[in-house]
């Protein structure tokens, strides 16, 4: 069972609203990642992290940012949110080696930009 | 540009029924191969994955996958469906490095 958090689980908020998505794991990955998912749609990479005070943005051109202040916490923040933010995002992480790369995900957050 | 192609977004089965949900690729270099799941309600997880050797793989709940590298192909296979085999199925191919490229997903309804 993978230890992977992500909070909140949905979310409703009105355009220009600040927001941070929260995703904590505790199996000591140093890999973590963000994707984005609309429905029937392939899972876009928008940020990923090799490890602390690592950072990258990912194929997907996305307004948002993250930090990587802990291994274990990897937060995704919108400063200003807008209806075409209104996505599922989900969480990942994945150990360092070879012959790894398997991904463990959070539950995702579905947000709604009105 | 790289790119992983599901060839059905929604498969309708019977209990019993086989199972075969196409998966192809667009990569000439070495491939790490994956099968992920998401049941409902549930978070997306792995059903198997194909790193070398053997081009035949199992996965949980009696899931198979085959790596057909001339075809570019990585097919996953189940030979009798059951109700809770009900998911969406994301065929996923790692190139190196971070990036892992995931497909559109198949729905899979499995009628009881």
């Known amino acids: 069972e993978a230890d992977i958090y992500q909070t909140p689980r949905y979310l409703v908020i009105g355009t220009g609203k600040k927001i941070t998505l929260e995703c904590s794991q505790t199996?000591?990955?140093?890999?973590m990642y963000w994707y984005q998912q609309d429905p029937g749609m392939e899972l876009h990479l928008i940020h990923y992290s090799y490890g602390v005070n690592s950072t990258e943005k990912g194929d997907l051109s996305s307004e948002s940012t993250v930090s990587r202040i802990r291994t274990e916490h990897f937060p995704l923040t919108l400063e200003s949110a807008r209806p075409s933010h209104t996505s599922q995002y989900l969480c990942?992480?994945?150990?360092?080696?070879?012959?790894?790369?398997?991904?463990?995900f959070g539950p995702g957050t579905r947000l709604t930009v009105l | 540009a790289q790119s992983v192609s599901q060839h059905n977004h929604h498969v309708i089965l019977s209990e019993a029924a086989s199972l075969e949900l196409g998966c192809n690729y667009s990569y000439g270099g070495t491939v790490n191969l994956f099968w992920y799941v998401q049941y409902p309600g549930q978070h997306l997880q792995l059903l198997l994955k194909y790193f070398s050797g053997d081009p035949l793989v199992k996965g949980i709940k009696g899931f198979e996958a085959e790596f057909i590298k001339s075809k570019f192909s990585f097919n996953l296979r189940k030979p009798s469906v059951q109700w809770s085999d009900t998911a969406e199925y994301f065929c996923a191919v790692n190139t190196g490095g971070f990036k892992t490229i995931f497909g559109a997903g198949t729905r899979l309804f499995v009628k009881a």
């Open positions: 990942a992480s994945s150990e360092t080696g070879a012959g790894t790369d398997t991904q463990y």
């Open positions: 199996m000591g990955h140093d890999k």
